[in-house]
């Protein structure tokens, strides 16, 4: 079992729609986490970090549930440059290492 | 731009054949880390520098891999006889000491003929 998976997807969604996209991770012993963006055949970009608490970034929102171990992404009013492979990570700061997932795609359509 | 620069972005390669990337990070941030990613794939860990000193390595970096970081600053990652199953995006990343955020360069593509 890999130590964070998503939903490869895709997910096609219309321009507006609002969607969700959701992680678990399977190692207790990663303390922060984070959403990176890929673009097609760019690296991957921070896209925010993720707090117990859930936060907000104008249209996205993130929330950690550690009981359950599960991440989530929601992005509102979506628009067509949101296309891309969103990445869940963990960072595990005794290791010192990102773990990435194998990251879920989003196609917004007009 | 993160500020972090790989070169070269591409290489094309034989089988059997010995290739090295290079990876200028930005200046001020100490930890360098490089990641291996294939198609349809997140990147995943290979090894990670502390200033000069190389901290952790990954399974996948088998003995064909080696890492260096002199002094410090750039890093160079070589793979020696090269195959098929290298083919993928090196990635290299930068830490900001105040936020563990990991900031990636453009990665360079590796295909092995």
């Known amino acids: 079992r890999k130590e964070v998976e998503q939903d490869p997807g895709p997910f096609n969604v219309p321009e507006g729609a609002t969607v969700a996209f959701n992680c678990t991770y399977s190692?207790?012993?990663?303390?922060?986490f984070f959403w990176y963006r890929q673009d097609c055949r760019k690296e991957p970009k921070l896209l925010m970090s993720?707090?117990?608490s859930g936060n907000e970034d104008g249209r996205f929102t993130a929330q950690l549930n550690r009981a359950s171990q599960y991440i989530s992404l929601l992005i509102r009013d979506s628009k067509l440059s949101d296309s891309a492979t969103y990445l869940c990570?963990?960072?595990?700061?005794?290791?010192?290492?990102?773990?990435f997932g194998g990251g879920t795609r989003l196609m917004v359509k007009p | 731009d993160t500020g972090v620069s790989q070169n070269p972005r591409h290489k094309i390669t034989k089988r059997g054949q010995n290739v090295t990337f290079r990876c200028d990070p930005i200046s001020e941030h100490n930890r360098l880390y490089w990641y291996r990613q294939t198609l349809g794939q997140g990147p995943e860990f290979l090894t990670y520098f502390q200033n000069e000193a190389q901290l952790e390595k990954s399974r996948l970096l088998s003995d064909r891999f080696s890492a260096e970081r002199p002094k410090g600053s750039f890093s160079t990652l070589e793979i020696q006889r090269t195959e098929q199953g290298d083919s993928a995006m090196y990635l290299c990343?930068?830490?900001?000491?105040?936020?563990?955020?990991?900031?990636f360069g453009p990665g360079t593509r590796l295909t092995v003929l």
């Open positions: 990570v963990g960072y595990n700061n005794a290791g010192n290492m990102l773990t």
């Open positions: 190692n207790s012993a990663s303390q922060s």
């Open positions: 990343a930068n830490t900001d000491r105040a936020t563990d955020t990991q900031y």
């Open positions: 993720v707090y117990s």
